[in-house]
Structures are given as structure tokens and as C-alpha cells.
């Protein structure tokens, strides 16, 4: 379970990122966060996991509260909450499968990582991993031979072998083509559903939103402006959020199913 | 813990195993080499360190002020080395470059200026401070011819390389416009190279003083030659003194050198 | 076209560039030619002869080193052997000592601002004291013999080397560090898995390129007593053995040219 209570983030030039966010995220939801561009979406997202550290309130991950962790704590909480990122972030250079084993890093000592001396487990895990979004035959593929969608697949690999609680992800499917953007997505809400893995979604697009999640946060200047289940979710609501009407823009499209 | 599968062993075609298996013992076989090449007496070099230590460290780091004004002027000496070596080579580069592009005579020519480049290239500065020390006597002019020679070498692949990077479409337009040679030089290559050109030149003097501050040791002026001199007489006070004198003079100009390059680029 | 032509008096015509950028551009240009002709009266003051006496003595130049005398070539054979051992061994050294300088002076890396400050500036220091002077101090400290030679490479690659990496590191990209170190990893992994990786071929081929300036180096280090091939050459200028010296230049020239053509080719395959 994560709980911001009463959290706000300032930016050392002065943002207000966050502004008195109150969330309860339950086990196993799916949420989307939507709102516009600075709305602070990725501030609340890489707050969880502490890639940035909010200035005031208390977060609660698992009912201990993060935001004093540091060192050997704060590895841990990464360790158990995976994140998938807009760039896909892979090491260009490195293959397919190394960089599906890093997301073992957490879980392995200094000097087995630097000797390549991965547990037989943590090898089997990431070739499973790489088979549950469909690219195992590149496994020795480098990942800069890879397609967008190809290697943000693998970097969802690379999460599910860290074997997380959470799953985060920063505008997962921003640059990817619409046919594409719905298979990643699919591929989430499949492992969220298998693996009853807590996931946390930013997005851009209303009709990606709504069709796969099953709770929407709209943000809008660093404060939550509405907080409930897609069903109760209509266009007016996005427009109380993005403080406008809605635009061709907003729409991803290409969705495959009716 | 589940029973996964594991993956299947990457292929490696057997030619590349044979490669890195080739590469492995070049490598190990030059270290061999090199190691039973080199004996070091480490016991005199230990006992040498201990004796010199206290006689050297201390007197580089208290430096001879009365020196001041007899290094300053065999500094100063070097910067005129530097300077006038450099500005001939940036002068003497331009036509071999032009020879050495790709793109402004015929490939032949362009070999031949590439060999002629790498060839002066390839003498270390004092090699060519000795021949000139030789030619025309132990004094700071050989030194310029020095600096001046071997700094064309660098100078003229830079230089080629910058015009072989140049936009030729504008080259094309002009010949469009019924431009001839000399035209298209001045008006589509040379407000393209120009700047680099200076950009290089002045990056190569800052190279040059430092190149020049040791040309003494062979006779060919600056402040090597008291380098020698101090090194000779175990003068480390003195030696202190030149020391920082480079030091001083070497970062000043490298810091007045990247802010006039930033401007020009 | 029937526009009229505007009617314009020979001093009011536009010039192509601003009056003030021609005053400053003649202005540096005539400094620096003073300058100039300053430095070439000043190097040539002490010159008999001057400058046409120092062109004709080109000619005495060719007759006292020519013909090279070869027969000098095994003799010298293992001093040559020897510089380039010096050479492998101090490129070596200084690689390995590159790697801590480079992260420490890299700005995305170290981000402890005066430890990032302290390590620029000591390899700037560094990097204005030329070759042969370091080997001067050394062979000061410890006596004549390879050993100040190679310390005198060392340090002196280890200026040039550790700057170029710390730039390549600052060019990477940060986003797999990130990835990372969201992922739980700590700071030696973060290096190893996102940093090392897209480093190493820039790093190798780096290492070469200060092989090579460190080849040139080694073959003039023996002037001042550092070891090497300089040394003999040094005895055989001292003794005016022109033609001798003339032939270990010779086999200088041809090594460094070799030598530079080999890296050169793998750094090619490298990147
Ligand atoms: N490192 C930072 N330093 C200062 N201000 C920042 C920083 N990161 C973000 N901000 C500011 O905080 C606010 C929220 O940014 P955030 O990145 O969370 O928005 P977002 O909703 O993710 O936007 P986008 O859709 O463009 O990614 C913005 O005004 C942004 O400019
Ligand atoms: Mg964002």
C-alpha cells in the first residue's frame, strides 16, 4: 500500500512540484495519472521510489514512512518498485539480456554483478521475463538493434525480473506510434492483473487512460484535482482537469478493440 | 523458487572465437615482452629516492626569487619561439592542406600531401630542434624552425580535414552562378574554414609554448636552457623557479587561448 | 525590371561588414604581425649569418648527416626495443590509473562539486609541465635509468588521458544510470552496468591515442638521461657522430610511423 499524506515537493529553484497530496493506493490497482505537461505527474511518480525526495509531509510504502531513507533502505525500496521510462533507458551498447539482468542488481551482491556471476535462478527469471512480453529470440541482440516498442518491451522485462511490488511508469508509451503503444500498455495490465502487481501509470492520452485503468488521478499544478474509478470518469472530468476542452491531441486513437 | 528454463548459449561463430583467442595471446605476448624487456634496479632507485628526497623536494617548493628576472626573460624568449613557429606553420599549412583535401584537388595530390603531412609528423619537435641546432647554431632560431616545421605537420591535417568537412552545395552553387576557381575560394570555402583555421591555430600555440619551453635542453633556446643548466648544477631552487614560471605562463595562456577560440567559433 | 536604381554617393555605400569589426580586424591583424616580427628579430639576434646564412647552412646540414650509417642499426636495436617497452608499460600504468581521476573529475558523476574542482585543477596543473621537464625532475629524484622515464610518461599520459575520458564520460547517456539506480542498484553497479559499457570502446581507443604521444615521447626521453633510444642518440650527437645519429633517427622516424599506423587501424575496428 503507498499513502502520501499531506505530501509537498519544492525544487530547489523554487517549483512547487507537489502540493499537499493526499493518496491511498491500494494493493494490486491499477492507477493512471493524467494531467498536463508540468503538472507534476513525474514529480509524484519518482517520488515513490525517491528519485526525488519531497520536502514536507510523509509517504507510506508497506506502512513505513520512505522519505527518511537513505543508503542501504533506499536501494531496498528500489529494489521492490520497478520503473519503466518514456526513453525505455537501456544501455544502447549492452545486449538484450544483460540488460534484463540488471534489474537483478538489487537482489545481487557488488561482486557477483561486476564478475557477471548471476545466480542460475536470476539468468532463468530474466529469459522467463523476456518470454512474457514476447522477445526472447533477441536475447543476444544488442539494444540499440531494437525497435521503440522492441526495447520498451525489454525494459519491462528488466522490471519484472527485479520481481517488484510496484510497477511506475513515467509516459511509457509517449514515443511510440498508436499500435504499439497499446500493446505495452496491454502487456502492464497483463502483468498487473497475473502477478497482482501495484501499477502506477502516467499518461497523456484520455482514451489510453480510461481504457486500462482502473482508477484515474487527474493533477493539475502540482495539486490532485480529482481522485476516483474510471466509472465515474467522463469527459467533463477531464476538462475539470486540464482546465480546457478537450483537443484532438488528447486522444491517442488506434485503440483495437471496440 | 519456480524451475525456469535457461536461455540458449549465444552462437559464436568459430572464426570469431579463433580472433579473440589470437587477440588474447598478442596481448599477453607483448606484456611478456615487455616485461622481460624492462629491469628496473629498484634497490639503487630506492636508494637514490631516499638520498635525493629531502635534498630535492624541499628546495623545488621554496623557489630562487632572485632568478625572477633571468627566468622571466627565458620565458618570455619561449613565448617568441612559440609564437613566431606557430603563426609560420599556420601560414605554411594552408597550401599543403589545400593539397592534402580530398575535395579540392585530385586524389593523387591528396595522397601525396597526406604522405608528406604524416611524414613531418612524425619527428618529435627536438628531433627537428637537433637538425636545426646543426644547421644554424645553438640559439632560439632554431628553435622558431623547429616549432614552425613541426607544427605544420599537425596543422595541415587539421586544416585538410576542415576543408574536406566543408558544405560543397555551396561550392556547386557558385560554380551554378558561372564563379571561377579563385571566386569560389574566397566567396564559398573561405568564409567557411576561416574560422576553424584560427580556432586550430591558436589551439596549436598553446601546444607550442610547451613544446617550445623544453627545445632549450637540445640548444634551441627558451627556457629549457636553463632547465638544463639548473638540472646540471642541482640548482632545484632555480629549477622551482621555472618550474612555476611554465606552470604560470602555460595556464594563462590555455585560458586565453579557450576564450578567444569560443569567441571566434 | 523597372525598379529605380536608388541613387547612392560613392561615401554613402554600404560596406559588406560594419566599420568597427574592419578597424578591430586590422587592429589584432597588425599587433600580431608586430609581434611576429618582433619574435624573429628577437630568436635571431644571436644567429651569425641570419636568416639567409641559416638557409645556406641547410646544405652543411645534408653533408654532415648524410650518408645515415645503417651499420649502427643492431647495435641500437634494443635501446629501440626498450622505448617502445617503456612506452607499453607506462600507457599501461596510466590507464589504470585514469579510471578514478576520470570519475572524479567527470561532472555528472562527481557530484561533490569540490572534489570535482580539486581533480580539474590538479590535472590542469598537471597538464602545463611538458614531458622532458618531468623527466628532468625524475632523473633528479632518482637518478638516471628507465625508471624516471617511465614515472615521467606516466604522469605526463596521465594528464592528456584523464581529461579526454572524464569528457566522454560527461557525454554518455544518463538515462540507463537512472534505470538503474531506480532499480536498486548501488553506485559501483550503477558504474559498471549503465556507465562502463557505453565508455569502453572510447576508453580503449583513447589508450591507443596516448600510446602513440607516448612513443613519441619515450624516443627523446634519453636526452635528459630517462632511458631509452634518446640516450644513445644523445652520446652519438655529443660525440658529432652525425651519420650514426642520422640513422637512429631514421629508425625513429620508421618506428613511430609503423606504430602509429597499427593503432590507428584498430582504432578504426574499435569504433
Ligand atoms: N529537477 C527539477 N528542478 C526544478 N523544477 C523541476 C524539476 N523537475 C520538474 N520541475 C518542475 O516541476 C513541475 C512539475 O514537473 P513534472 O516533471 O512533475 O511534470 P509532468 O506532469 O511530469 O510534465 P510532463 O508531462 O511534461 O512530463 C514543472 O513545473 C517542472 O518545470
Ligand atoms: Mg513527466
Not at chain 1, 502487456?187 to 501509470?201: A, G, P
Request: net charge neutral; glycine share 8%.
Amino acid at each position: 500500500m503507498i499513502e502520501f499524506k499531506d505530501v509537498s515537493l519544492v525544487y530547489p529553484n523554487g517549483t512547487q512540484g507537489l502540493k499537499n497530496i493526499n493518496v491511498k493506493i491500494n494493493d494490486g490497482e491499477f492507477v493512471v495519472i493524467v494531467g498536463l505537461s508540468g503538472a507534476g505527474k513525474s514529480t509524484f511518480i519518482r517520488s515513490i521510489n525517491r528519485l526525488v525526495t519531497p520536502t514536507s509531509g510523509s509517504l507510506l510504502i508497506d506502512n513505513e514512512d520512505i522519505l527518511s531513507y537513505h543508503g542501504k533502505n533506499l536501494r531496498k525500496l528500489r529494489t521492490k518498485t520497478g520503473m519503466i521510462f518514456q526513453n525505455y533507458n537501456l544501455v544502447k551498447r549492452s545486449n538484450v539480456l544483460k540488460n534484463v539482468l540488471a534489474g537483478r542488481l538489487g537482489h545481487t551482491g557488488t561482486l557477483r554483478s561486476i564478475l557477471n556471476l548471476y545466480k542460475k535462478e536470476d539468468i532463468g527469471l530474466a529469459y522467463e521475463s523476456l518470454k512474457r512480453v514476447n522477445i526472447e529470440e533477441k536475447l543476444y541482440n544488442r539494444a540499440d538493434e531494437l525497435s521503440g516498442g522492441q526495447q520498451q518491451r525489454v525494459s519491462i522485462a528488466r522490471v519484472l525480473t527485479q520481481q517488484p511490488n510496484y510497477i511506475l511508469a513515467d509516459e511509457p508509451v509517449a514515443s511510440l506510434d498508436p499500435p504499439t503503444s497499446h500493446q505495452v500498455m496491454t502487456y502492464l495490465k497483463k502483468i498487473n492483473k497475473e502477478d497482482n502487481i501495484t501499477t502506477i501509470v502516467n499518461l497523456h492520452f484520455i482514451d489510453m487512460a480510461m481504457e486500462y485503468a482502473d482508477r484515474i488521478i487527474g493533477m493539475r499544478a502540482g495539486e490532485v484535482v480529482f481522485d476516483g474509478p474510471v466509472s465515474e470518469v467522463s469527459e467533463q472530468t477531464f476538462e475539470e482537469i486540464y482546465g480546457r476542452s478537450i483537443r484532438e491531441d488528447d486522444l491517442r486513437g488506434g485503440a483495437n478493440k471496440s | 523458487m519456480e524451475n525456469y528454463s535457461l536461455p540458449p548459449k549465444p552462437k559464436n561463430s568459430l572464426w570469431k572465437k579463433i580472433k579473440t583467442i589470437v587477440i588474447t595471446l598478442l596481448v599477453i605476448g607483448l606484456y611478456v615482452w615487455t616485461f622481460t624487456g624492462i629491469d628496473i634496479e629498484w634497490s639503487r632507485v630506492i636508494e637514490r629516492a631516499l638520498n635525493n628526497f629531502q635534498r630535492v623536494i624541499p628546495k623545488l617548493l621554496s623557489p630562487d626569487w632572485s632568478a625572477t628576472s633571468e627566468v622571466a626573460l627565458a620565458m618570455l624568449e619561449t613565448v617568441f619561439i612559440a609564437f613566431a613557429g606557430s603563426l609560420m606553420a599556420a601560414i605554411l599549412a594552408v597550401p599543403i592542406a589545400f593539397l592534402a583535401a580530398n575535395n579540392m584537388m585530385g586524389k593523387y595530390l591528396s595522397v601525396i600531401g597526406k604522405w608528406i603531412l604524416s611524414a613531418v609528423r612524425a619527428f618529435p619537435d627536438i628531433i627537428l630542434a637537433i637538425l636545426f641546432v646543426v644547421a644554424v647554431g645553438p640559439n632560439a632560431f632554431a628553435g622558431v624552425l623547429a616549432i614552425a616545421i613541426g607544427s605544420t605537420g599537425m596543422l595541415g591535417k587539421m586544416f585538410s580535414e576542415i576543408i574536406e568537412s566543408i558544405d560543397m552545395d555551396i561550392v556547386e552553387a557558385m560554380q551554378a552562378n558561372g564563379a571561377n576557381r579563385i571566386q569560389i575560394l574566397f566567396y564559398a570555402v573561405m568564409p567557411q574554414i576561416i574560422p576553424e583555421f584560427l580556432s586550430y591555430a591558436i589551439y596549436r600555440f598553446e601546444v607550442d609554448i610547451r613544446a617550445s619551453s623544453i627545445l632549450g635542453i637540445v640548444g634551441a633556446g627558451g627556457i629549457g636552457t636553463m632547465i638544463i643548466f639548473a638540472s646540471n648544477n642541482r640548482n632545484w631552487n632555480e629549477m622551482g623557479t621555472i618550474l612555476l614560471a611554465i606552470i604560470i605562463v602555460v595556464t594563462i595562456i590555455d585560458f586565453a587561448s579557450a576564450r578567444i577560440r569560443r569567441k571566434i567559433v | 525590371m523597372t525598379k529605380e536604381k536608388p541613387s547612392l554617393t560613392a561615401d554613402k555605400t554600404p560596406s559588406i561588414y560594419p566599420a568597427k569589426t574592419k578597424m578591430q580586424v586590422t587592429l589584432i591583424f597588425f599587433v600580431i604581425i608586430g609581434i611576429y616580427l618582433f619574435s624573429m628579430y628577437w630568436t635571431q639576434r644571436e644567429m651569425v649569418g641570419g636568416i639567409g646564412g641559416a638557409l645556406g647552412n641547410m646544405y652543411v646540414v645534408i653533408e654532415k648527416f648524410f650518408p645515415p650509417n645503417f651499420a649502427v642499426l643492431p647495435a641500437i636495436w634494443e635501446p629501440m626495443a626498450q622505448t617502445i617497452q617503456m612506452a607499453i608499460l607506462a600507457t599501461t600504468v596510466s590507464a589504470i590509473l585514469t579510471v578514478p581521476l576520470a570519475l572524479l573529475s567527470a561532472q555528472n558523476v562527481t557530484t561533490f562539486k569540490p572534489l570535482y574542482y580539486l581533480t580539474r585543477t590538479f590535472l590542469n596543473i598537471l597538464r602545463t609541465i611538458p614531458d622532458l621537464v618531468l623527466a628532468v625532475l625524475f632523473v633528479g629524484l632518482f637518478g638516471i635509468g628507465l625508471f624516471p622515464g617511465i614515472l615521467a610518461l606516466i604522469v605526463f599520459s596521465l594528464g592528456i588521458l584523464a581529461k579526454l575520458i572524464s569528457e566522454t564520460i560527461e557525454s554518455v547517456d544518463m538515462n540507463p544510470m537512472e534505470a538503474m539506480r531506480a532499480s536498486g542498484g548501488n553506485t559501483l553497479q550503477v558504474i559498471w552496468y549503465a556507465l562502463v559499457p557505453q565508455v569502453a570502446p572510447q576508453f580503449a581507443s583513447l589508450v591507443l591515442y596516448v600510446f602513440e604521444i607516448n612513443i613519441r615521447a619515450s624516443v627523446v626521453l634519453g636526452l635528459v638521461g630517462a632511458g631509452g633510444i634518446g640516450l644513445i642518440l644523445n652520446q652519438q650527437l655529443g660525440f658529432y657522430n652525425y651519420p650514426n645519429a642520422m640513422a637512429i633517427i631514421i629508425l625513429i622516424f620508421v618506428v613511430v610511423i609503423v606504430i602509429e599506423f597499427i593503432s590507428n587501424k584498430i582504432r578504426e575496428a574499435l569504433l
